[in-house]
């Protein structure tokens, strides 16, 4: 899978909103992730975990520093161009799931892949069908979004995060909203994803026992990198 | 591909919000109905007269005048001198137009031209010790039939038979009552110049034009030329062309050919038709402001939707949809209530076409039963659905443009 760089990768990363007083979320972040890493960001709340996680989703755009996806320079791209890098590379999920209340479990699921515009509605159907059965709610694949349990709701939303097969799924806070158990499940799922699949998962987590579970953890205080450790 | 993921989105959501959909969709189909009614009664009762104008009189007129008064001939002769000429006074012609046989044939051998001279002056009507001032037009009834539509407004006798009878006259229903005066029956007529003559009436007509009922009389010309003591003599040529469209270019064509004045019927009739462009301007402006109020009916459940929708835009943001697929979800959305308010209008339009069809009403003075009239034509509906597609999507253009510069982060992080 890799061929020599890292899958995602920070150099330099500051972001400083530009208010009347300006509000600095990160500042000098370098790392770099590679292929097949499972990796926690953990930190107090105001560290900019979740301002990190989306810099290096595409979804923000550094003040300076450059974020590398596989290996590409995303600096200066436009919007448009950094949706289609979204749209094939990363899968997103977040402590809210997200999903359109309007379609189905399976639709949902297939919107990244219409998106796409790849494969016929039939072949579409039949991943999105597939991804909720490796998820072990293919039952619930004709219900509503609001007919399921939040445990389930979240299983659907990391199953949509995998619609386009993406080499990088980015969690923010996934387990924030669910029982114990439910956590221990999605955690699953995630470990599952790594070891089984090759892909990498960085999660951003304020649960140590999610973050035990992760191969690498990295501590963010004050928006800085404080502790990058490997198991 | 993409568009059936625009189009999905963009139904389910509308469906959600399923009474808001239907009330502003009504309000697009009411204003499509009611603009194709109100395009129809205005644009119909538009052809209408025109098509009286155009067909109860020549389109063009040639007259024994012109247009200005003739120049001295040392204006021809020195165009650019400054020239001072005292005591001139107009010369004195006799009026008529010259050689109208000629011209007369000349057009008639055009294609689609029918030309006829005819002689028109004023006379009275005398019976039973009543007078009654007319015009008299001496005609050709064999042309006169094409030309005007009194043959097909005859009610009793017939043009024809000024052919056959000897000093026959054609008048209107109107002057029939005032004097007592029915077919057959012999009337006096007096020129302006003392001329008797006893005349028959060999025909009535009623046109529903109270001044021609009335004042109007129909003699050969030949007869016109004894009484008004003009032998030889006619004032006017009456021409009906194939496109009543041209008849303003064919006017000013035999105006510069021969110089008499040459009216063509929209010359005659410019107030008319200048008071038509002020009537649409007046109707398509009130049918606009309903299609105005109807789109903001869109602009507010479009705008509701995105407002509503903020975390789900942030979410396809997130997935990897680009904002202009964002702003085709809600112009689609305006789009399909745009689309359904055409056809629901088209179909209110057609109700309210065949209800006001349906209506009769009898004006005072016209023992027919009248009709609405009305114009069915391919343009009202098109353009009527044209503005209910335009005012949609134009209503949907500015929250589209707000829901495709959301952005995903400020959505995402707030929601956390």
Redesign the interface.
Known sequence: MSDGHPLIEARGVSRILQETVPVTLVRDIDISVGHGEFVSVTGPSGSGKSSLLYLLGLLDVPTSGSVFLDGQDTTGLDADALAAMRLRKIGFVFQFHFLLPEFSVVQNVMLPMRRLGRQSEAEMMERGHKLLEELDIADQAKKRPDQLSGGQRQRVAIARALANDPALILADEPTGNLDSKNSEIVQEIFAKLVREEGRTVLAVTHEPGFAEATDRNIHLVDGRVDRDTKR | ??W??AI??AA??L??RRRQTIVSTLGVALGVGFFIATSSVMSGSENDLVQRLVNNAPHITMKDEFRTAAKQPIFLAMPDATVKLTNTKPREYLRGIKNYGAIVDELSQQKGVIAEAALTGQAIVRYASKDVGASIAGIDPEKERYLTTVERDMREGSLMRLKTASQGIVIGRGMSVRLGLGVDDLATVVSPTGLVRRMKVVGIFSTGNLLLDEGQVYMLIKDAQVLLDKPFIANRVRIKIGDPDQAEEFAARIESRWGYRSESWQEMNRDFLGLFVIRNTITYSIVGAIMVVASFGIFNIISTIVMEKR??I????????????IQAIFLVQGAVVGIVGMLLGWCIGLVLLQMLASIEFTIPGMSEKQHIVLDRGFFQFALGGFFSLASAVGAAWYPARKASQVR??DI??G??
Do not use: C, E, K, T
């Open positions: 591909m993409f059936q993921v999905s989105i389910a959501q469906l959600h975390r789900d942030a979410i396809l943001m997130s997935m990897g949809f680009r904002a202009y697929d995903p982060v995402i992080r929601a956390a």
